[in-house]
């Protein structure tokens, strides 16, 4: 394997359901795929050969199952990958919920339902899903007033991230 792709970082952008792959090395693969753990240490701890890794990592890239955390800047082409197949800049997954979008969430969900909510939210990578993932939590309160008030404060913090 080259040096530098065993130095990269990758996270999930989709639930293991979504993959196309059933054969068990793949998807232990891409289990272990946290967005923290160099993949050089996973290939290693899996028992998996360098190609057969580099193979299913391009897979991955290519169906955009996985994107590069690290180096940012990290080129596809690298790979043998066209940049064209997958754009990581355009993800909207971001590693953190912002203050205001934390503060939303609790007064009206709980404190203690951010943290999955958090997880759901963070493994979105397109702006449009991120809005409706968090239009479709307003099934979780049961005052009508607080439906409105939750809804209302939604729209006007997907507005500002438009505009922002």
Request: proline content about 2%; hydrophobic content about 35%; aromatic content about 8%.
């Amino acid at each position: 394997m080259k040096e530098d792709t065993g130095e990269i970082v990758l996270s999930k952008n989709v639930k293991l359901s979504k993959i196309e792959y059933n054969d068990i090395l793949t998807r232990r693969l891409f289990l272990h795929l946290d967005g923290k753990r160099k993949l050089s240490e996973i290939i290693s701890k899996l028992g998996i050969s360098d190609s057969e890794a580099v193979e299913i990592i391009k897979n991955f890239l290519k169906n955009n199952y996985v994107s590069v955390v690290y180096p940012p800047d990290f080129d596809l082409s690298a790979l043998g990958i066209s940049s064209t197949n997958t754009d990581n800049s355009k993800l909207y997954s971001n590693q953190e919920l912002d203050e205001k979008l934390n503060v939303i969430l609790k007064e009206y969900l709980g404190p203690l339902s951010v943290p999955a909510v958090k997880k759901d939210l963070l493994s979105t990578t397109d702006k449009k899903a991120f809005g409706d993932k968090l239009i479709s939590y307003m099934k979780y309160i049961s005052d009508e007033e607080d439906k409105k008030n939750y809804l209302n404060e939604i729209n006007n913090y997907l507005q500002g991230e438009q505009n922002g």
